[in-house]
């Protein structure tokens, strides 16, 4: 390991917003700001990769933390190796590869308590996308989708971050799976991630699709986009199904934010539905069993993991990073490496 620097960078919001460009910067600072302040519980973590979340516009838009005023770090998760350990930490845990997830993730450098992080197997850029995307689908599928096997799981965007995790799980289960996209580049990453019908809503009606196809409905759905996609879901959702609310990723970067649609309980009376909301930090307990769950399917080769690092490194496109997910163009998760790496080989 390489002697730490005398200063660090990391990305500050500098207003509120949900345009990245606008309200974030790149700002250097002293790299004792960590070493003189860290605790005994602590451990100072050498970021190797940042996690892109599409809600990281919410963030700054002080979506998630009513009231919060600038200047304030932002990013939710990162990947790296820890460099330094506090007093109470096991000099062990120097050197090990971790997942990160704590507000002020963009940053080459930051401390953490030892206790939050999750330890990885080893420096492998695929495992940025087990901690958030990873998470949220294989706990939001069990918990509220009380996924079980030979049923049908609809998954929108199906072949983002959480997505693509979400449809491997769903059929390892032995589920018929459904999953939606904006391309043919994901139509066919999809198809080879198992999924049964994958619908490319710019060419097919995705409402279409569903009442000709799935006349009974659909059992599972797990929903990130929002909308008309919600509307969509919701009248799709079979006797007894389950719709997740994942997130609302169409309504993120709008004039007006975050956006969450009106549910009328009438649809679900009649026909036993339920429309269950998930956060995944409300899900802490289940982090360890399902992230061992995670990583052994990942090693043994039965979870592909897709990583889209859009051909960029460095902390300084962490904005290009977030403009290209809500782009809608990204297949996979979005990882910002921070070091130089071989494009071609993610
Ligand atoms: N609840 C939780 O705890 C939790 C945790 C993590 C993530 N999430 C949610 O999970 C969802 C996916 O997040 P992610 O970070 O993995 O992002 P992502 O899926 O990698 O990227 C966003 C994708 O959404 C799709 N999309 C659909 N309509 C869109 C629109 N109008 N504008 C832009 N993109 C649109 C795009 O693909 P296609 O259009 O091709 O489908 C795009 O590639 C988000 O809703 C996020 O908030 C929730």
């Known amino acids: 390991m390489s002697a730490p620097p005398s200063t660090f960078r990391k990305i500050q919001a ?22 003189d302040d860290l605790k005994p519980n602590q451990v100072i973590v050498k970021n190797l990769y940042l996690g892109i979340n599409a809600s990281d516009v919410n963030y700054t838009n002080a979506k998630y933390v009513p009231g919060i005023k600038p200047p304030f770090d932002v990013g939710f998760e990162s990947m790296g190796q820890i460099i330094q350990a506090g007093s109470l930490v096991p000099k062990e845990a120097v050197g090990s590869h971790v997942l990160v997830s704590q507000y002020g993730a963009y940053a080459e450098y930051m401390s953490v308590p030892y206790t939050s992080v999750i330890p990885v197997p080893g420096n492998k850029i695929e495992y940025m996308a087990l901690r958030s995307s990873g998470l949220t689908s294989s706990i939001a599928l069990e918990e509220m989708g009380r996924m079980t096997t030979g049923e049908t799981v609809l998954v929108t965007a199906a072949a983002g971050g959480a997505g693509q995790i979400a449809v491997q799980l769903a059929k390892l289960a032995g589920n018929h799976v459904i999953g ?64 997740i609310v994942i997130g609302m990723v169409s309504t993120y970067s709008g004039a007006s934010g975050m956006q969450g649609d009106k549910v ?69 998760k979005v990882v910002i490496p921070l070091l130089p790496v071989n494009h071609s080989k993610i």
């Open 14 to 35: 500098v207003e509120i917003g949900n345009n990245y460009r606008k309200v974030t910067q790149v700002v250097t600072v002293p790299y004792n700001s960590l070493t």
């Open 180 to 243: 939606t996209c904006s391309s043919d580049d994901k139509v066919v990453m999809l198809k080879s991630l198992g999924c049964d019908r994958v619908i490319n809503y710019k060419k097919e009606d995705f409402k279409t699709v569903l009442k000709k196809e799935y006349p009974k409905g659909v059992d599972i759905v797990f929903e990130s986009v929002g909308g008309s996609f919600f509307t969509t879901c919701l009248n799709s959702l079979a006797v007894k199904g389950r719709l």
């Open 264 to 332: 009328d309980t009438l649809k679900l009376l009649g026909k036993s539905r339920t429309v269950a909301g998930f956060f995944v930090p409300d899900y802490l307990h289940l982090y360890p069993s399902h992230m061992q769950k995670l990583v052994k399917l990942f090693q043994e080769g039965k979870l592909k993991v897709e990583i889209d690092s859009a051909g960029l490194d460095g902390i300084e496109h962490v904005v290009d990073g977030v403009e290209y997910l809500h782009s809608g163009n990204n297949k996979g």
